[in-house]
């Protein structure tokens, strides 16, 4: 790298608005100072209150007014299309110009992937970019993709996919060889759906893949493989039930100790236990899911998104620039096609 | 009814064979006595032996010999053919010949699910039989379908999963107006792959359906729907995801607490809480999922099913031959066939 990073920020994305933002921002310089510059974009005035407040002065934050703003309950495609001078629209356009390296938005996740794709088009030989989360687990996390770009795929979609979450996992997570899995009802050939069918053979043939077969839901939250490919539609299905069977059951505990003064004790004893369990399967750590295969860097949070999310997610875009990740996907990719033709 | 239900129950499947069934064979009568009539199905030597032991001496169970097993990990369609001497095979001809009136194995899954296709057929009007699981929330639990007897569904099966569902959770559940959702990947009609953009106009169109419109995987564990209809191969991702993150948390929270002296101490504080929220979200008490639309009754248990999960398998059999679930099914399908002709 000739520069350090210039990472571009949805400022108006996310729940928490520019202040959780400009928090995220300020604790990642605190954690990387001179890796990376940062540019917010939206409402100037907003945003210059809440880097008041979060005592941003002197470090490398430029600021970029954007007029309009997308909403999370906005329809995707009608909003990409339509509101070119939204946050959202404005950096975009830095990114495609050239005057950013990434960008970031914790905003409505179906007008990012669609304002993304309209706006940075693909990467050479990249058929359908998609969406890549992480899921932790205790052998370290798994990247799941598809998660909801493309709800329809054909069997070659789903190879590069494999190609495009073992590059994110050797780069980002620091997988020697991943090994990647088929998500599938069963681990034998004969269970699937026809997408399943179709792509076991293609997988199997793939070049640079250590493609370990078909893999279980199950598999996600174990470690048995470092990425998971799959259909955009199961993708996102495994990601929401994921989190809401994990949500649900804090919820309720929560809620059974609340009135049993015994158990509130309890958890009290057992919070450096819980904490560090917490540590192991923090969503928050990994809040970033990048969109695979688009021509730059742009990746998607949570609308949910803390300062601290936002600080993790710096780091990961920081660390995806400044490894070259685009390249080594357009090579692997491309060595592929070689030599299956 | 003039006469009890007659229930067969294979005794060589699941992980514990006969001891754990002919277990809950003896819980159920405790608590049910009257009301219905086992027989066992398997090697008779064995759960004489499993019988003797549970003190089950007086209780009305019948036991027939088979001479074969389906393992665990058998090939489904293979063993459903060439093992008609299994203990599931005789105890689905002893159902076709009308001497049983509802069968249940906690046996391999796709075995039982090919069996019965095989052995006993569709209820007429039904396109396609699914196996239901009852997935248990805040709510009072949720009925998904099809969650693995068919990986590639029509929009016209998720109809007819709709209707069978809603039998189900209305007789079953005690739901009287059972609340339908079409899983999808965002609530707007929008969204989707082109399974749901299919179903979602005839799941609209039909009759006697209290339809809701598209839900999401995190719909399953609230209280916002009674019934989720879905395609075989998303079902069966979502129930697989959803009892690893549950296995997962509970596993690291007793791993992390092991090494940790106050934290032990602090479970035992938390133990009725806790215990209090397990009951809430208890698998075990409502481990058999019925195979609806199969000319018969047929339940499929856990592989893991204790006694105690057996004995809820034998409740809720008993109850859906006692309430007649098969004719509902029959009834509804056809007024709305009907009504859509």
Same mark, same amino acid.
């Given at each position: 790298?000739?520069?350090?990073?210039?990472?571009?920020?949805?400022?108006?994305?996310?729940?928490?608005?520019?202040?959780?933002?400009?928090?995220?921002?300020?604790?990642?310089?605190?954690?990387?100072?001179?890796?990376?510059?940062?540019?917010?974009?939206?409402?100037?005035?907003?945003?210059?209150?809440?880097?008041?407040?979060?005592?941003?002065?002197?470090?490398?934050?430029?600021?970029?007014?954007?007029?309009?703003?997308?909403?999370?309950?906005?329809?995707?495609?009608?909003?990409?299309?339509?509101?070119?001078?939204?946050?959202?629209?404005?950096?975009?356009?830095?990114?495609?110009?050239?005057?950013?390296?990434?960008?970031?938005?914790? *905003? =409505?996740?179906?007008?990012?992937? +669609?304002?993304?794709?309209? /706006? !940075?088009?693909?990467?050479?030989?990249? @058929?359908?970019? #998609?969406?890549?989360?992480?899921?932790?687990?205790?052998?370290?996390?798994?990247?799941?993709?598809?998660?909801?770009?493309?709800?329809?795929?054909?069997?070659?979609?789903?190879?590069?996919?494999?190609?495009?979450?073992?590059?994110?996992?050797?780069?980002?997570?620091?997988?020697?060889?991943?090994?990647?899995?088929?998500?599938?009802?069963?681990?034998?050939?004969?269970?699937?759906?026809?997408?399943?069918?179709?792509?076991?053979?293609?997988?199997?043939?793939?070049?640079?893949?250590?493609?370990?077969?078909?893999?279980?839901?199950?598999?996600?939250?174990?470690?048995?493989?470092?990425?998971?490919?799959?259909?955009?539609?199961? *993708? =996102?299905?495994?990601?929401?039930? +994921?989190?809401?069977?994990? /949500? !649900?059951?804090?919820?309720?505990?929560? @809620?059974?100790? #609340?009135?049993?003064?015994?158990?509130?004790?309890?958890?009290?004893?057992?919070?450096?236990?819980?904490?560090?369990?917490?540590?192991?399967?923090?969503?928050?750590?990994?809040?970033?899911?990048?969109?695979?295969?688009?021509?730059?860097?742009?990746?998607?949070?949570?609308?949910?998104?803390?300062?601290?999310?936002?600080?993790?997610?710096?780091?990961?875009?920081?660390?995806?620039?400044?490894?070259?990740?685009?390249?080594?996907?357009?090579?692997?990719?491309?060595?592929?096609?070689?030599?299956?033709?």
């Amino acid at each position: 790298m000739t520069s350090i990073p210039r990472i571009g920020i949805d400022a108006m994305g996310g729940d928490f608005g520019p202040s959780a933002i400009a928090d995220g921002a300020v604790l990642a310089f605190r954690e990387m100072p001179g890796r990376f510059e940062v540019t917010l974009v939206g409402d100037e005035p907003e945003i210059r209150r809440a880097l008041k407040r979060a005592h941003a002065d002197g470090l490398p934050i430029q600021v970029v007014h954007a007029t309009e703003r997308i909403e999370m309950a906005e329809k995707a495609a009608a909003a990409a299309r339509k509101k070119s001078q939204s946050s959202l629209g404005v950096l975009t356009q830095l990114h495609k110009e050239g005057k950013l390296d990434a960008i970031f938005s914790a *905003g =409505n996740t179906g007008a990012v992937v +669609a304002t993304a794709l309209l /706006g !940075l088009g693909r990467l050479e030989s990249v @058929s359908r970019p #998609a969406l890549a989360a992480f899921m932790p687990n205790p052998g370290g996390g798994t990247v799941v993709l598809d998660v909801g770009a493309n709800a329809e795929c054909k069997a070659s979609y789903l190879v590069q996919f494999a190609h495009m979450g073992s590059v994110y996992a050797r780069y980002l997570l620091g997988r020697d060889n991943p090994r990647v899995g088929l998500l599938s009802i069963g681990e034998e050939d004969t269970k699937g759906n026809d997408l399943v069918f179709e792509s076991l053979p293609l997988l199997r043939r793939a070049n640079h893949l250590n493609f370990i077969g078909n893999v279980e839901g199950r598999d996600v939250f174990r470690d048995t493989c470092d990425v998971v490919v799959t259909d955009g539609f199961t *993708g =996102n299905v495994v990601l929401k039930t +994921a989190e809401s069977v994990a /949500g !649900l059951l804090f919820q309720r505990i929560r @809620s059974e100790v #609340a009135g049993d003064p015994m158990a509130m004790l309890g958890t009290v004893l057992m919070k450096p236990a819980l904490r560090r369990v917490m540590r192991q399967i923090d969503w928050e750590e990994h809040a970033a899911a990048p969109l695979l295969g688009v021509n730059g860097v742009c990746f998607i949070g949570h609308g949910r998104s803390s300062s601290r999310a936002i600080r993790s997610a710096i780091r990961t875009v920081t660390t995806f620039v400044e490894k070259r990740v685009n390249e080594h996907i357009r090579e692997e990719i491309e060595a592929d096609r070689d030599t299956a033709a």
